[in-house]
T-cell receptor, first 108, second 115 residues
Framework: LAKTTQPISMDSYEGQEVNITCSHN???????ITWYQQFPSQGPRFIIQ???TKVTNEVASLFIPADRKSSTLSLPRVSLSDTAVYYC?????????FGKGTRLHILP | GAGVSQTPSNKVTEKGKYVELRCDPI?????LYWYRQSLGQGPEFLIY????????DSGLPNDRFFAVRPEGSVSTLKIQRTERGDSAVYLC?????????????FGEGSWLTVV
Protein backbone atom coordinates (compact mmCIF):
# COMPACT_ATOMS: atom_id res chain seq x y z
CA LEU A 1 0.00 0.00 0.00
CA ALA A 2 1.28 3.47 -0.89
CA LYS A 3 2.77 5.68 1.80
CA THR A 4 0.76 8.84 2.31
CA THR A 5 1.95 12.28 3.41
CA GLN A 6 -0.35 14.92 4.86
CA PRO A 7 0.03 18.04 7.04
CA ILE A 8 0.49 17.29 10.71
CA SER A 9 -1.96 19.99 11.76
CA MET A 10 -4.23 22.73 10.43
CA ASP A 11 -6.31 25.50 11.96
CA SER A 12 -9.40 27.07 10.43
CA TYR A 13 -12.43 29.08 11.47
CA GLU A 14 -16.07 28.20 11.69
CA GLY A 15 -17.92 28.67 8.43
CA GLN A 16 -14.81 28.33 6.27
CA GLU A 17 -14.14 25.67 3.68
CA VAL A 18 -11.21 23.47 4.67
CA ASN A 19 -9.06 21.60 2.19
CA ILE A 20 -6.60 18.95 3.35
CA THR A 21 -4.22 17.66 0.72
CA CYS A 22 -2.55 14.27 0.84
CA SER A 23 0.22 12.97 -1.39
CA HIS A 24 0.49 9.30 -2.36
CA ASN A 25 3.13 9.22 -5.06
CA UNK A 26 3.43 5.45 -5.22
CA UNK A 27 -0.27 4.66 -5.45
CA UNK A 28 -0.97 1.42 -7.29
CA UNK A 29 -3.49 0.91 -10.07
CA UNK A 30 -5.87 -1.05 -7.83
CA UNK A 31 -5.68 1.28 -4.83
CA UNK A 32 -8.56 3.46 -3.77
CA ILE A 33 -8.13 6.66 -1.74
CA THR A 34 -10.01 6.74 1.52
CA TRP A 35 -10.37 9.32 4.26
CA TYR A 36 -11.26 8.66 7.89
CA GLN A 37 -12.13 11.04 10.70
CA GLN A 38 -11.37 10.36 14.35
CA PHE A 39 -12.65 12.21 17.39
CA PRO A 40 -10.95 11.82 20.78
CA SER A 41 -11.91 8.60 22.55
CA GLN A 42 -13.66 7.20 19.48
CA GLY A 43 -12.78 4.81 16.68
CA PRO A 44 -12.03 6.17 13.18
CA ARG A 45 -15.09 6.91 11.08
CA PHE A 46 -15.23 6.52 7.30
CA ILE A 47 -15.78 9.85 5.53
CA ILE A 48 -15.31 9.35 1.81
CA GLN A 49 -13.60 7.20 -0.77
CA UNK A 50 -12.71 7.63 -4.42
CA UNK A 51 -10.68 6.26 -7.27
CA UNK A 52 -10.39 9.21 -9.64
CA THR A 53 -11.89 12.64 -10.45
CA LYS A 54 -14.37 13.92 -7.89
CA VAL A 55 -16.60 12.28 -5.33
CA THR A 56 -19.11 14.12 -3.16
CA ASN A 57 -21.31 12.96 -0.31
CA GLU A 58 -23.30 14.69 2.41
CA VAL A 59 -20.18 15.27 4.49
CA ALA A 60 -17.31 16.09 2.14
CA SER A 61 -15.88 16.16 -1.35
CA LEU A 62 -12.81 14.36 -2.56
CA PHE A 63 -10.80 15.67 -5.49
CA ILE A 64 -8.36 13.34 -7.24
CA PRO A 65 -6.28 14.56 -10.20
CA ALA A 66 -5.70 12.41 -13.24
CA ASP A 67 -2.31 11.13 -12.09
CA ARG A 68 -3.81 10.09 -8.71
CA LYS A 69 -0.60 10.98 -6.91
CA SER A 70 -2.46 13.27 -4.54
CA SER A 71 -5.95 13.91 -3.28
CA THR A 72 -7.74 16.75 -1.50
CA LEU A 73 -10.45 16.34 1.09
CA SER A 74 -12.76 19.34 1.12
CA LEU A 75 -14.99 20.08 4.11
CA PRO A 76 -17.55 22.80 3.33
CA ARG A 77 -18.47 25.37 6.01
CA VAL A 78 -16.80 23.68 8.95
CA SER A 79 -18.09 23.93 12.50
CA LEU A 80 -16.43 23.44 15.88
CA SER A 81 -17.57 19.81 15.83
CA ASP A 82 -15.32 19.13 12.83
CA THR A 83 -12.28 19.39 15.10
CA ALA A 84 -10.72 15.95 14.75
CA VAL A 85 -7.86 14.00 13.23
CA TYR A 86 -8.26 13.22 9.53
CA TYR A 87 -6.45 10.25 8.01
CA CYS A 88 -5.71 9.80 4.31
CA UNK A 89 -5.18 6.18 3.26
CA UNK A 90 -4.76 4.10 0.17
CA UNK A 91 -6.80 0.91 0.32
CA UNK A 92 -6.95 -2.23 -1.75
CA UNK A 93 -9.69 -4.33 -0.21
CA UNK A 94 -7.61 -5.76 2.61
CA UNK A 95 -5.91 -4.22 5.61
CA UNK A 96 -5.43 -0.47 5.78
CA UNK A 97 -2.37 1.27 7.15
CA PHE A 98 -2.76 4.53 9.02
CA GLY A 99 -0.25 7.35 9.19
CA LYS A 100 -0.27 10.07 11.82
CA GLY A 101 -3.11 12.02 10.18
CA THR A 102 -3.87 15.74 10.15
CA ARG A 103 -5.09 17.34 13.35
CA LEU A 104 -7.72 19.86 12.28
CA HIS A 105 -8.60 22.50 14.85
CA ILE A 106 -11.62 24.69 14.16
CA LEU A 107 -11.67 28.03 15.93
CA PRO A 108 -14.79 30.08 16.73
CA GLY B 1 -25.75 -5.63 14.98
CA ALA B 2 -25.86 -1.99 13.93
CA GLY B 3 -22.16 -1.42 14.42
CA VAL B 4 -18.95 -3.03 15.61
CA SER B 5 -19.23 -3.74 19.32
CA GLN B 6 -16.24 -4.13 21.63
CA THR B 7 -16.09 -5.29 25.22
CA PRO B 8 -14.94 -4.33 27.71
CA SER B 9 -14.83 -0.63 26.94
CA ASN B 10 -12.27 -0.16 29.71
CA LYS B 11 -9.97 -2.65 31.38
CA VAL B 12 -7.37 -2.07 34.07
CA THR B 13 -5.11 -5.00 34.79
CA GLU B 14 -1.92 -5.70 36.67
CA LYS B 15 1.37 -6.32 34.95
CA GLY B 16 1.78 -10.00 34.20
CA LYS B 17 -1.93 -10.80 34.03
CA TYR B 18 -3.82 -12.29 31.10
CA VAL B 19 -6.39 -10.20 29.22
CA GLU B 20 -9.09 -10.97 26.66
CA LEU B 21 -10.75 -8.33 24.51
CA ARG B 22 -13.86 -9.21 22.53
CA CYS B 23 -15.14 -7.89 19.23
CA ASP B 24 -18.59 -8.38 17.65
CA PRO B 25 -18.39 -7.31 14.01
CA ILE B 26 -21.23 -5.98 11.90
CA UNK B 27 -23.52 -8.85 10.98
CA UNK B 28 -22.52 -10.48 7.72
CA UNK B 29 -19.09 -8.88 7.53
CA UNK B 30 -16.52 -11.46 6.49
CA UNK B 31 -13.38 -9.51 7.32
CA LEU B 32 -12.32 -8.49 10.82
CA TYR B 33 -9.36 -6.37 11.88
CA TRP B 34 -7.58 -5.54 15.11
CA TYR B 35 -5.61 -2.33 15.56
CA ARG B 36 -3.83 -0.78 18.51
CA GLN B 37 -3.64 2.97 19.07
CA SER B 38 -1.39 4.82 21.48
CA LEU B 39 -1.90 8.43 22.47
CA GLY B 40 -1.13 10.83 19.64
CA GLN B 41 -0.52 8.08 17.09
CA GLY B 42 -2.55 6.64 14.27
CA PRO B 43 -4.00 3.15 14.64
CA GLU B 44 -1.38 0.43 14.24
CA PHE B 45 -2.40 -2.72 12.35
CA LEU B 46 -2.23 -5.98 14.34
CA ILE B 47 -4.11 -8.74 12.54
CA TYR B 48 -6.73 -9.28 9.86
CA UNK B 49 -9.17 -12.22 9.54
CA UNK B 50 -10.97 -13.32 6.43
CA UNK B 51 -13.63 -15.68 7.75
CA UNK B 52 -12.16 -17.90 10.45
CA UNK B 53 -8.56 -17.71 9.38
CA UNK B 54 -5.94 -15.06 10.00
CA UNK B 55 -5.13 -13.69 6.55
CA UNK B 56 -2.40 -11.42 7.87
CA ASP B 57 -0.98 -11.40 11.41
CA SER B 58 2.16 -9.50 10.57
CA GLY B 59 1.32 -6.68 12.97
CA LEU B 60 1.21 -8.75 16.15
CA PRO B 61 4.15 -7.40 18.16
CA ASN B 62 5.25 -10.69 19.76
CA ASP B 63 4.02 -14.11 20.82
CA ARG B 64 2.21 -12.72 23.87
CA PHE B 65 -0.48 -11.51 21.50
CA PHE B 66 -2.92 -13.93 19.90
CA ALA B 67 -6.32 -13.57 18.26
CA VAL B 68 -9.00 -16.05 17.28
CA ARG B 69 -12.22 -16.01 15.31
CA PRO B 70 -13.45 -19.62 15.57
CA GLU B 71 -16.85 -19.25 13.88
CA GLY B 72 -16.06 -16.43 11.51
CA SER B 73 -17.97 -13.85 13.51
CA VAL B 74 -16.92 -12.83 17.04
CA SER B 75 -13.19 -12.41 17.62
CA THR B 76 -11.12 -12.37 20.78
CA LEU B 77 -7.74 -10.71 21.15
CA LYS B 78 -5.72 -12.37 23.87
CA ILE B 79 -2.73 -10.83 25.59
CA GLN B 80 -0.59 -12.94 27.91
CA ARG B 81 1.78 -11.67 30.60
CA THR B 82 0.72 -8.08 30.05
CA GLU B 83 3.31 -5.34 30.23
CA ARG B 84 2.90 -1.64 30.92
CA GLY B 85 3.79 -0.95 27.27
CA ASP B 86 0.66 -2.83 26.19
CA SER B 87 -1.47 0.02 27.54
CA ALA B 88 -3.37 1.44 24.56
CA VAL B 89 -6.76 1.51 22.89
CA TYR B 90 -7.43 -1.71 21.02
CA LEU B 91 -9.69 -1.08 18.04
CA CYS B 92 -11.65 -3.69 16.16
CA UNK B 93 -13.07 -3.14 12.68
CA UNK B 94 -15.02 -5.15 10.14
CA UNK B 95 -15.82 -5.02 6.47
CA UNK B 96 -17.70 -6.81 3.74
CA UNK B 97 -14.92 -7.88 1.44
CA UNK B 98 -15.82 -7.23 -2.15
CA UNK B 99 -12.61 -6.24 -3.83
CA UNK B 100 -10.89 -2.87 -4.06
CA UNK B 101 -12.49 0.08 -2.38
CA UNK B 102 -13.60 -1.94 0.64
CA UNK B 103 -14.96 0.26 3.49
CA UNK B 104 -13.86 -0.68 6.99
CA UNK B 105 -16.03 0.19 10.00
CA PHE B 106 -14.49 0.62 13.44
CA GLY B 107 -15.76 0.04 16.93
CA GLU B 108 -15.22 2.47 19.79
CA GLY B 109 -12.28 0.52 21.16
CA SER B 110 -11.27 -1.20 24.37
CA TRP B 111 -9.07 0.97 26.56
CA LEU B 112 -6.48 -1.21 28.23
CA THR B 113 -4.39 0.08 31.11
CA VAL B 114 -1.67 -2.13 32.57
CA VAL B 115 -0.50 -0.99 35.99
Amino acid sequence: LAKTTQPISMDSYEGQEVNITCSHNNIATNDYITWYQQFPSQGPRFIIQGYKTKVTNEVASLFIPADRKSSTLSLPRVSLSDTAVYYCLTTRGDKIIFGKGTRLHILP
Amino acid sequence: GAGVSQTPSNKVTEKGKYVELRCDPISGHTALYWYRQSLGQGPEFLIYFQGTGAADDSGLPNDRFFAVRPEGSVSTLKIQRTERGDSAVYLCASSLIGGPGNTIYFGEGSWLTVV
